[in-house]
């Protein structure tokens, strides 16, 4: 399995890519969220990769960050969801989105990604809730603050779920003991 790939960067169509690595040259596809990020044609470029062998073709999907190629990996265990509807998901939110999408339960968000219906995102968050979620720890939070914040209403009998909807109404930049004040007074006008 190819798990990486580093080399030259010789073109790029979104979402398709050609890197030259020694002599040879790769398409890789990638998502959107990926290509913003990449570097000029000529530069050296560095992917994680993962291959996808079928009957008619091998196909090799690149991703910039670890938690991409999480998130592709169980998209794509998903019945029903194929690699492009993947890189279309991955494409149209940022994976910690994504991980907050499926604890709260929020097919509403999914829906809005071209290609989802929705009873494809009723299925995501049914198979993908206790694998690819923000209570899980696999996709950090953007802030360690509000890291804290979460586990400290989960130590206190919160569920995942109310924890993050209280939140989500805490400015990124307060201080734990702030925020855990101000989740506290949301949580207990519900």
């Known amino acids: 399995m190819i798990g990486r790939i580093a080399g030259t960067l010789l073109e790029k169509n979104p979402p398709h890519l050609l890197i030259d690595c ?12 990926t290509f913003y990020t990449l570097p000029a044609i000529g530069q050296p470029i560095v992917l994680l990769t993962q291959l996808i062998v ?15 190629r999480i998130a592709f990996r169980e998209l794509i265990k998903v019945a029903g969801i194929g690699t492009r509807t993947a890189l279309a998901i991955l494409s149209g939110m ?27 995102a009723e299925r995501l968050l ?9 209570d899980l720890n696999i996709i950090p939070l953007a802030d360690h603050n509000q890291s804290d914040i979460l586990h400290a209403l989960g130590a206190l009998g919160y569920s995942d779920k109310e924890a993050s909807l209280a ?24």
């Open 167 to 190: 939140l989500k109404h805490i400015p990124s930049d307060t201080a734990v003991s702030e925020g855990i004040r101000m989740a506290l007074k949301a949580l207990s006008k519900n």
């Open 54 to 68: 079928r009957a008619d073709a091998h196909l090799l999907y690149g991703f910039g960050k670890a938690e991409e």
């Open 94 to 120: 940022q994976v910690s989105d994504l991980a907050h999408t499926i604890t709260l339960q929020d097919s509403a968000r999914l829906i809005k990604i071209p290609g989802i219906g929705k009873k494809t």
């Open 22 to 33: 020694h002599g040879v040259g790769y398409e890789v596809d990638v998502p959107m969220s």
């Open 126 to 134: 049914l198979e993908l809730k206790g694998k690819l979620g923000a």
